[in-house]
């Protein structure tokens, strides 16, 4: 092709560069732009002369035929590009010019963008798909941008290949390395005096070296590649599979004693440490099993315990007769109270069975069935309260009722009690009133048992008050340093008691008015066991009452100075919206709404900074089901969902009777007028735009969270905790802070803004950062595959999720990526402009990943403490949540295991299937006692 006439001085502007060995030099990005039209290497050179990628200028190759760009890649190996015409002295000589890169000199490392000024010579599909090509561009599409686009692509996808060339040496060199070390430590396990067994984590042999030989008799021809359940006898293992679940919860075995089979059918007592066997990606592969026998240690342990049981057996006999006497006194009583634990205890496991069925039965009866089904659970109910009395009160008399020591919020403990009241008090127009200013945020000591008095009294205050108000109060009377005597009082206006009444209140099974047709129901254990339970805790119970005028219950019980997590620091002087609703509405329950993973712990991570507590729903069907379920104070609605947007949600929520009036905000990335419009028309209150922030999320949650108390009186403030104590920073937060630093420098992501979102949370912003690496770096292959199957909505999710949950984590450059993206697939038309625009636009996307995923550090080992420092807030709510349903034999725990079952799992390790199976087969006594050890072995 003949080039367009030039003028002298446009020749001289743009006449191309000496090609000298300086121009060559190291340190610049080589590209080589083969074109027999002067125009287009002028065009070229202009558009790319101050170009940098990755801070390296560009160094421009000029060729004007195939044959001469040939010889040029001869000389010049480490060409970065090619930016190659089509027709040039032949009409397919830059086409010919590729098969000679990519076969004749095996070079796939270049890339190769065609630039074609005549696309019916070479049609673009036909091109991409026969030939090893990286890009193709018309010479009439060529602007700075697009050319910009092309060069940055290309020279950054040659440095990638570069450096996983470089990565595979440089593995191959640590592989070689690995093997001799290996062959080194195979020759200290062969010679070891302790048996040495690898297993797969499918229980497969592996290795086997002398010492196990000796020990279990079998040489390793004979075990390796066999299970090892030959070695494990039949009752040990349950016992086998606990220490595997154990190992990969991240805790090693250390010299547990068991027992193996031998060859000949003997069990050998051994002594067993079990630790990881790891790949070069640090992935569990399987175990290690050192094995020392101990047949001789446990026959001297076997005597000495023979002269231990000989001795006690001696001193039994001479003390026999001194307790015969005290023994046949206590006789009778024990009887009984056995009787009444074991009684109570084996008809709550079928009532709790009774009430779950009943309770699942509801769904799908006709209205006349649901009316007899809510009289069966109201009695069910009523049965196993009266049944909870008892087993408590048995409980107390066998004197196996042991209190709880731990740290807890008494703003925690009042705000049960009032959650548990509240919903009577309202039918009868009752107005609540707290009043524990005088008393320390934090306690130490058994809230469960001091929530269960205060809400014996409070039941009985609401029960026996038609009109006026209860007020619940706590009073500091005495401090010292280790021990606090509080005062708890519960106030109403009821009917009141007359005084000759009042000294057999607190007896079993007493009740003012006993005959059989009383008005108010009751089994008079209440009081008793409030009695039984405050002395426990070392305090005394009392009333003061007038008839007709109201009543005044009190008591008085020891707590320890406590201590727990202070909410975070605020401008002194001012409450923010934060500190306002921790302060005013600490445990409202909210439903959040959201399908992506990132913007959902997010949010939990904002939601349970002030102590809210939140159920989660990843789709508009979800969400629907739980509002069906319960009541919430407030919904936090996504709009974008599989299954069922959140529109057609919110009006399905609008339709339950309960939920008309419940505040409902939308939270999308979307936010045109005709979003929000849309939003209203389908009944929601208020917008909350993604990237969601923090102080707007709280402003808007403290506004529509006042609208009810605007009908009635204001909340009660509450206290808030004490300050923390600063401890100076460990080398863990040294290795956070730079590992943010090191972030902060990535172009295109905001570190400060992602922080933000999770209250300054570093690790927690790492780990989210992680996640959205790997979760979404293959979302641009997912886009492409919808598109090809003609699923435009797919496609739309897809981008639309990733731009909302880069712009959460501060990934600002990838938001406005997607963004872009989305706006693109809005564009209905199918024409090469447009297809053309899309690809760019996510090859652009994709190129994003490998810096970030680069540039975040290794993930650190698995903590042990049931999920790390990271996740114990959100731990501890969970379980508080569990423990509090199954307090009141609620299937709803049957309903939280079946949501949060994944991260109880992943927690809780080996002990979760025992609380997972009596949960689910209503046994929710035996579930509560293993809940409670568990949080306290657990520290949450």
């Not at 970065?80 to 095996?106: N, Y």
């Not at 509801?362 to 087993?391: C, F, M, V, Y």
């Amino acid at each position: 092709m003949s080039a367009p006439a030039e003028s002298d001085e446009f020749t001289t502007l743009f006449a191309p560069e000496p090609d000298d060995a300086e121009a060559r030099a190291s340190g610049h990005w080589k590209v080589l732009v083969v074109d027999d039209e002067p125009d287009i290497h002028a065009v070229l050179r202009l558009a790319m002369q101050d170009m940098m990628v990755e801070g390296i200028p560009l160094q421009l190759i000029d060729a004007h035929s195939a044959e001469e760009a040939k010889a040029i890649l001869a000389r010049e190996p480490d060409i970065a590009l090619i930016l190659l015409d089509v027709v040039m002295e032949t009409e397919d000589a830059g086409l010919e010019l590729v098969r000679h890169v990519r076969q004749e000199l095996c070079n796939r490392m270049v890339r190769i963008v065609l630039v074609t000024g005549q696309p019916g010579y070479a049609p673009q599909r036909e091109v991409v798909a026969n030939y090893e090509i990286d890009g193709y561009r018309l010479k009439s599409e060529l602007t700075a941008d697009r050319i910009f686009v092309s060069v940055y692509a290309g020279v950054r996808a040659y440095q990638t290949l570069v450096e996983q060339t470089l990565q595979r040496i440089q593995l191959d060199e640590a592989e070689d390395g690995l093997r001799r070390e290996q062959m080194l430590k195979a020759a200290i396990v062969e010679h070891s005096d302790d048996g040495i067994i690898g297993r797969t984590l499918d229980g497969v042999i592996t290795s086997w070296n002398r010492a196990a030989e000796k020990i279990l008799g079998y040489t390793a021809g004979e075990v390796l590649g066999k299970s090892i359940s030959i070695l494990v006898p039949a009752d040990r293992v349950d016992e086998e599979r606990r220490m595997i679940a154990s190992i990969l919860a991240g805790s090693g075995i250390n010299h547990q004693e068991t027992e193996r089979l031998a060859r000949d059918g003997r069990r050998i007592p051994v002594s067993l440490t079990v630790s990881p066997i790891l790949d070069s990606g640090g992935r569990m592969i399987g175990a290690s099993q050192i094995v020392r026998d101990i047949t001789e240690r446990k026959k001297a342990e076997a005597e000495l315990e023979k002269y231990r049981h000989d001795l006690e057996h001696l001193v039994e006999e001479r003390t026999s007769e001194l307790s015969l006497a005290k023994d046949a006194a206590e006789a009778a009583n024990h009887a009984k109270t056995q009787f009444l634990a074991n009684m109570s205890h084996e008809i709550r496991t079928p009532m709790n069975a009774v009430l779950g069925l009943t309770h699942l039965l509801h769904s799908g009866a006709t209205p006349k069935q649901k009316e007899r089904l809510d009289k069966i659970s109201q009695a069910g109910q009523h049965l196993l309260a009266i049944i909870n009395d008892i087993l408590d009160l048995s409980k107390i008399e066998a004197g196996k009722l042991h209190l709880d020591d731990q740290n807890f919020s008494l703003v925690a403990v009042m705000d049960h009690v009032h959650s548990m009241i509240s919903a009577t008090a309202q039918a009868k127009g009752l107005r609540i009133r707290f009043d524990y200013d005088e008393v320390p945020h934090w306690l130490r000591g058994d809230p469960t048992r001091l929530a269960q008095s205060l809400l014996n009294y409070a039941s009985n205050a609401v029960k026996f008050t038609e009109r006026g108000s209860v007020s619940i109060r706590a009073q500091l009377l005495d401090q010292t340093e280790d021990d606090l005597l509080l005062r708890f009082e519960v106030e109403d206006t009821g009917i009141g008691i007359a005084a000759d009444e009042l000294a057999r209140l607190f007896h079993a099974f007493e009740q003012v008015d006993a005959s059989s047709s009383r008005r108010y129901g009751g089994t008079g254990l209440g009081l008793v066991i409030t009695r039984r339970l405050v002395e426990i805790m070392g305090g005394e119970v009392g009333a003061d009452c007038s008839p007709g005028v109201g009543s005044k219950f009190w008591f008085t019980a020891h707590f320890r100075p406590g201590h727990g997590l202070a909410p975070a620091e605020t401008v002194a002087g001012s409450e923010s919206a934060e500190d306002a609703l921790r302060l005013h509405h600490m445990g409202a329950r909210l439903l959040l709404v959201e399908d992506n993973p990132i913007n959902r712990e997010v949010a939990l991570e904002l939601l349970h900074g002030v102590q809210f507590a939140v159920d989660l729903a990843a789709n508009g069907q979800e969400a629907v089901e739980l509002a069906r379920a319960r009541h919430y104070d407030l919904v936090l609605m996504d709009i974008q969902m599989p299954v069922m947007n959140g529109l057609d949600a919110t009006r399905a929520i609008r339709g339950i009777p309960e939920h008309a009036g419940t505040p409902i905000l939308a939270m999308t990335a979307n936010a045109f007028d005709e979003d929000r419009a849309a939003c209203q028309a389908a009944g929601m209150n208020d917008f909350i735009v993604k990237p969601v922030e923090p102080d707007a999320l709280y402003a808007s949650l403290l506004r529509w969270l006042l609208v009810p108390a605007a009908k009635g009186a204001a909340p009660e403030a509450r206290q808030p905790a004490a300050a923390p104590v600063v401890a100076p920073p460990s080398p863990a937060d040294t290795t956070l802070t730079a590992a943010l630093e090191h972030l902060a420098g990535l172009p295109g992501l905001n570190v400060e803004q992602g922080l933000s979102m999770v209250r300054g949370n570093g690790a927690k912003y790492l780990d989210l950062l992680r996640r959205f690496a790997e979760s979404h770096a293959d979302d641009m292959a997912a886009l492409q595959t919808s598109l090809a199957a003609g699923d435009r909505p797919t496609a739309l999710r897809l981008a639309h999720t990733l731009k909302g949950a880069a712009a959460t984590l501060g990934a600002n450059r990838l938001a406005r990526m997607a963004r872009d993206l989305e706006e693109i697939l809005h564009v209905e038309t199918d024409s090469e402009s447009v297809e053309s625009r899309l690809l760019q636009q996510m090859t652009a996307i994709r190129l994003e990943f490998p810096p970030l995923a680069a540039a975040l550090p290794p993930v650190a080992p698995v903590a042990t403490d049931a999920g790390g420092a990271r996740d114990r807030a959100t731990l501890q709510s969970l379980l508080g949540t569990l423990e509090a349903l199954l307090e009141q034999g609620d299937t709803a725990s049957i309903e939280l295991l079946d949501t949060h079952g994944d991260a109880l799992k992943l927690a809780l390790a080996g002990d979760f299937e025992k609380l997972a199976g009596d949960i689910r087969r209503f046994a929710f006594d035996d579930a509560l006692n293993s809940l409670r050890a568990l949080r306290q072995k657990l520290g949450v």
